[in-house]
């Protein structure tokens, strides 16, 4: 951390009208996480001294969805500019160290550029700016001959040679926090927006002889807000093809880095192989050797070292053993814990069940709440009956069992060691162990039967 204590403020308090969304802008999710939130993430690696976010639109919904016990909150309304948010914060500020202003709806800027502006900014006030071809809107950083930053003016103030300036004030800056409450009680709303400005305590730092220096991000992509949904998409995919190019550089295979999401957490083992199109979820942990088919949605998975999944899977909370063979067209719904080597096939879904090592279900079946020990060949069209329209029962099939295909094990029912079910059989009873149980009624053939013909009229 910086050699002095550091506190944040975050401001969140803007509308975001050109979001045209009922959902306030900085809870809008990039990654599945909300913008804000990301910008919290990243303060939280810097172990700052205090986080504080000023808050305003969406209110208590902004407020409730981030809350967490290491934040401090201010509310601003109404929103009279940049200057009035950060005032709003004063009285649960210290006026030691620096106090560093982010934006809650900029949420890529990374923890080592902030460090690298905070490290600029420890003898006074420092400005995280960038260079843009087209700078058009944003503020401009006027500096002197020789090259002393002078003062912030924003693009509706500017004069026609200010606008030529393409050093741009990205808004993040860290200062001196003992000159803030007087600085910011010298802000005045006279400029072309009628608002209190942030960016005027520059001239104010200058005009008290603190120096003021800048930084820069490695990437410009840390410093671009989100102000529409053009914005919100197109920095999705500038931080996934990040995520990509990170997986990649830790020797994951993917079969296009352009097509795929994670939106959490995903740890990858080594020679994992993704195919295109794969959604990651929450925390999903493939171990040594994974390959993953294409269009499969992961969220909260661990798969075992080895496990090949095929295309147009989709599990949920579930355990994947190793050397496990699943899909295409798999499914696995919260609670599924699968041992080593087992099969799960087409449109097999399964749900709060334990299937042990070496088991196969490989078409068309639903196993819920059951326990399958090991070695057991499930049918195609076997269907665990667990629900009784009032409550959930749970079916037990022991080791070495086999079910026939399209038979129905009306929960609470078991299925001892061993033993065999019938095709089509509709199991209400216990199946003992070692012997075939059937329940279908015996087959019978007529002969001289004819079939009906049609009438003559
Ligand atoms: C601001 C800067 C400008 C910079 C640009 C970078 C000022 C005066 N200008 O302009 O130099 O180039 O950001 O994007 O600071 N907010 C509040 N309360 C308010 C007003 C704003 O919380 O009363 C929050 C917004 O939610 C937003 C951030 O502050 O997250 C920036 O506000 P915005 O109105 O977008 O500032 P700009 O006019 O773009
Ligand atoms: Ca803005």
New binding site residues.
């Given amino acids: 951390m910086a050699d002095m204590p550091v506190q944040v403020v975050i401001?969140?308090?803007?509308?975001?009208k050109r979001m045209y969304s009922n959902l306030p802008?900085?809870l809008q999710p990039l990654a599945g996480k909300p913008l804000a939130r990301h910008v919290i993430d990243t303060v939280r690696e810097l172990a700052v001294d205090k986080l504080l976010v000023?808050?305003?639109?969406g209110g208590e919904a902004v407020r409730s969805a981030l809350d967490s016990s290491d934040i401090l909150w201010a509310r601003?309304t109404?929103?009279?500019?940049?200057?009035?948010?950060v005032a709003q914060a004063l009285p649960l500020l210290d006026a030691a160290g620096q106090t560093l202003v982010l934006?809650?709806?900029?949420p890529l800027t990374k923890a080592s550029t902030l460090m690298r502006l905070l490290q600029a900014g420890k003898e006074g006030l420092s400005i995280l700016t960038v260079n843009l071809p087209d700078p058009g809107?944003?503020?401009?950083i006027v500096r002197d001959a020789a090259g002393k930053v002078q003062r912030?003016v924003?693009?509706k103030d500017a004069s026609p040679e200010e606008r030529q300036i393409r050093e741009?004030?990205?808004?993040i800056m860290s200062i001196p926090s003992r000159h803030l409450a007087d600085w910011l009680g010298k802000l005045s709303n006279k400029n072309a927006?009628g608002?209190?400005?942030?960016?005027?305590i520059v001239a104010l730092a200058v005009a008290d002889g603190i120096p003021v220096r800048t930084a820069q991000p490695d990437g410009e992509w840390e410093?671009l807000?989100v102000?529409s949904k053009v914005q919100l998409a197109e920095l999705e995919r500038v931080h996934q093809r990040n995520i990509a190019d990170t997986l990649l550089v830790g020797g994951v295979r993917l079969a296009d880095p352009a097509r795929i999401d994670v939106r959490g957490e995903l740890s990858c083992g080594s020679d994992v192989f993704i195919d295109v199109g794969c959604v990651f979820e929450g925390d999903v942990v493939l171990a040594d050797g994974v390959e993953i088919g294409p269009y499969c949605v992961l969220k909260n998975v661990k798969v075992g070292a080895g496990a090949r999944i095929a295309a147009f899977c989709h599990f949920e909370d579930a355990v994947i053993g190793p050397a496990g063979v699943l899909g295409p067209y798999a499914r696995l719904r919260p609670g599924t814990e699968l041992g080593a080597e087992v099969h799960v096939g087409n449109f097999v879904e399964i749900k709060n069940s334990k299937i042990a090592a070496q088991s196969k279900a490989n078409h068309l079946a639903y196993i819920g709440d059951a326990e399958i020990g090991q070695r057991v060949n499930i049918g195609a069209g076997t269907i665990t009956c667990n629900y009784d329209g009032a409550n959930k029962h749970r079916t037990v099939i022991e080791d070495d069992a086999f079910i026939g295909s399209d038979s129905q094990l009306v929960a609470p029912v078991t299925v001892g060691r061993g033993a065999t079910l019938g095709a089509g059989t509709t199991l209400t009873k216990n199946a003992p162990p070692n012997a075939l149980t059937v329940s279908r009624a015996k087959q019978v053939t007529l002969s001289g039967w004819e079939r009906p013909k049609k009438a003559k009229n």
């Fill in positions: 401001l969140a308090a803007g509308q975001g802008k900085v000023v808050y305003g639109h601003q109404p929103q009279l500019g940049t200057g009035h948010a934006y809650g709806d900029v809107g944003y503020g401009r912030i924003e693009e741009i004030n990205t808004g927006q608002e209190y400005y942030l960016t005027d410093v807000g102000n």
